[in-house]
């Protein structure tokens, strides 16, 4: 365990943390891990799926469960006001590359006016210190192959995904630098760009693991667009120990850390997408090969990296899990899904281990 992890176990015992998207894949590891340190946590996202991680969890047990859209202004900021949270985290999103291009009206309302309707609650909590706005590597305005993105680097969006969550980082910083850093407050805001975030118990199908996974188990070849892209491959526990992190360095030193973060993996983790099948498939024992998948309508980069020593050097966060351990770990979470252990107990077992409790 690094020393980011230690300080955040200490710093977010009984802290009143505020979270949208706590439903997803990321927001019900995280709520476990919120709890698990202590925190007093509340939770405002949509209903969650059938089959999801929060529901098998019982994530409603562990958090103040609130049901609730972002693009309702009036019920998150009731929501939000009413907690007295000291810290936000923003998760709540569109954030299935394919589903935002299928119905972007959706993407754009959820993505942009989301965050819009967040700040605007925001700004009527005088007890919030700190506030961080996850969006993506996919702002990044896509410069080719080959390309490593730092956090000077111009961002762009080419599809309604990336476009929205670009918009996502517009937003947070008009609203600092208009509403919540200016005389007589000082609220520490950052958005934070994330890597391909993996980790057990993602039920979403269309998703690189969770297809890889069931083909192995079902005995069919999973479908893969591209083996060759390349992407940056990060533990869920790295990633949000790397939220808690600049949310804590927010509230301490709000002006200093007021800024856009990159949040990945180290260089071993960029890897091609077949290099982890391989990787899986020794983990399972499968020799199933895959299957090209049908075209897709949006055009992905082949390469994609992001330079993170800002974040090592200044942060003092670094990535906790190789490659190799996050891929065993998820590997692992699923046959014990698959032998019927709960999945509460182990999330659980990987938290403990991760912050050392």
């Known amino acids: 365990m690094n020393k980011s992890s230690l300080l955040n176990k200490e710093f977010y ?19 476990q891990i919120l709890n698990e340190l202590g925190s007093r946590a509340r939770g405002y996202a949509l209903p969650p799926e059938p089959g999801c991680l929060f529901a098998k969890i019982n994530g409603s047990e562990l958090i103040d469960h609130v049901i609730g859209d972002v693009r309702e202004v009036d019920r998150i900021t009731d929501a939000l006001i009413s907690f007295k949270p000291e810290v936000v985290l923003h998760l709540a999103a569109q954030a299935i590359v394919k589903d935002c291009y299928d119905d972007p009206h959706r993407a754009y309302g959820t993505n942009v006016m989301g965050t819009v309707n967040l700040f605007e609650a925001v700004r009527q909590a005088p007890s919030v210190k ?41 937003v947070s910083d008009s609203y600092k ?128 990296g992001l330079d993170i020593e800002r974040s090592i050097d200044l942060l003092g966060w670094s990535p906790e899990q190789p490659l190799d351990k996050m891929l065993y770990d998820l590997t692992d979470f699923f046959k014990r899904q698959k032998n019927s252990e709960p999945e509460r107990s182990i999330c659980l077992r990987q938290i403990r281990e991760f912050f050392a409790i």
């Open 13 to 31: 015992g009984d802290k009143r943390v505020f979270v949208t998207g706590h439903t997803g894949f990321k927001g019900a590891w995280l709520t």
């Open 130 to 170: 700190s506030v961080v706005v996850i969006t993506t590597d996919k702002v990044y305005e896509n410069k080719g192959d080959a390309a490593v993105y730092s956090v000077g680097d111009p961002l762009g969006g080419a599809d309604p995904y990336s476009a929205s969550k670009t918009c996502m980082e517009f």
């Open 177 to 304: 630098n208009s509403y919540l850093q200016t005389e007589g407050r000082t609220v520490g805001i950052a958005t934070v760009r994330a890597s391909n975030v993996i980790a057990g118990g993602d039920h979403v199908q269309s998703r690189l693991i969770p297809s890889i996974l069931n083909g192995f188990a079902s005995g069919k070849p999973a479908e893969l667009r591209n083996p060759g892209q390349t992407r940056p491959w990060q533990s869920v526990l790295d990633a949000i120990n790397g939220y808690l992190t600049i949310a804590r360095k927010l509230y301490e030193e709000p002006l200093k850390f007021s800024t856009a973060w990159n949040i990945g993996p180290a260089k071993e983790g960029i890897c091609p997408v077949g290099s982890v099948f391989e990787k899986l498939s020794q983990y399972f024992n499968s020799s199933e090969p895959y299957a090209a998948a049908g075209k897709f309508s949006v055009k992905e980069s082949k390469t994609l």
